[in-house]
């Protein structure tokens, strides 16, 4: 059974500080992996798509990279901001195209 | 609108109840699935389908059913709702491809009282 595990499950940094976020699952039979965003009350935004074939995606000041073989994803985040403070979940597509979620990581980016 | 839209955004029901919850989408995508999130276990699976009249259990499928007559559409239904049921529910959509995303609706915030 695929388990998709995140950590930390917070954190909090000041402003302008690079973080990363770790995704780990068990099962490396995936097709892809998704990182999403979801603010307070809200739904899930869709961030970045790493394909089963690749090892990084990035969009603006976000990097996500991924280890299929050791069952690992990152998501880098450059110099946060305030309004970068939401909810970062990951998700991987397994074999019968479910996307199983892990916990998220809820981050808080100080003024 | 183009997109994946939930409807009711919120509802309250009584215990017993039964109430069912919409979900549509306009990209023609063969997958749907329906999640429940609740603090402490995150997103997970109720029921998926992979095209119209296939469907299956996800991870936590008692109390609830789907169907999917309709490739565009997604009811989830509480046949008798109760307090555990309390919850935000999120239909999701993607297309059969190996390397598409997927997509969420609004969600909507079910109390069962």
């Known amino acids: 059974k695929q388990e998709v595990t995140q950590i930390p499950a917070a954190l909090s940094v000041p402003e302008g500080e690079n973080l990363v976020l770790n995704c780990s699952f068990t099962?490396?039979?995936?097709?892809?992996l998704q990182w999403f965003r979801q603010d307070p009350g809200k739904g899930l935004t869709s961030l970045l798509l790493i394909q089963s074939s690749q090892r990084e995606q990035t969009s603006g000041r976000l990097n996500a990279s991924l280890d299929k073989s050791s069952g690992r994803s990152t998501l880098y985040i450059a110099a946060s901001q305030p309004g970068d403070s939401a909810t970062y979940l990951c998700a991987v597509k397994d074999s019968s195209y479910k996307l199983i979620f892990g916990s998220g990581t809820r981050l808080l980016v100080r003024p | 609108d183009a997109g994946i839209t939930q409807s009711p955004r919120y509802k309250i029901t009584e215990t017993g109840r039964q109430v069912t919850l919409m979900c549509h989408q306009t990209?023609?995508?063969?997958?749907m699935f329906w999640y429940r999130q609740d603090l402490g276990h995150g997103l997970r699976l109720i029921y998926y389908s992979a095209a119209a009249d296939i469907t299956d259990k996800g991870e936590v499928p008692d109390g609830y059913v789907v169907s999917r007559s309709k490739t565009e559409n997604f009811p989830l239904t509480l046949e008798s709702a109760t307090r555990s049921q309390t919850s935000v529910y999120f239909c999701?959509?993607?297309?059969?491809?190996?390397?598409?995303?997927?997509?969420f609706g609004q969600g909507t915030r079910l109390t069962v009282v």
């Open positions: 999701a959509s993607t297309s059969g491809g190996v390397n598409t995303e997927a997509f």
């Open positions: 990209w023609s995508h063969s997958y």
């Open positions: 099962d490396s039979a995936i097709y892809n």
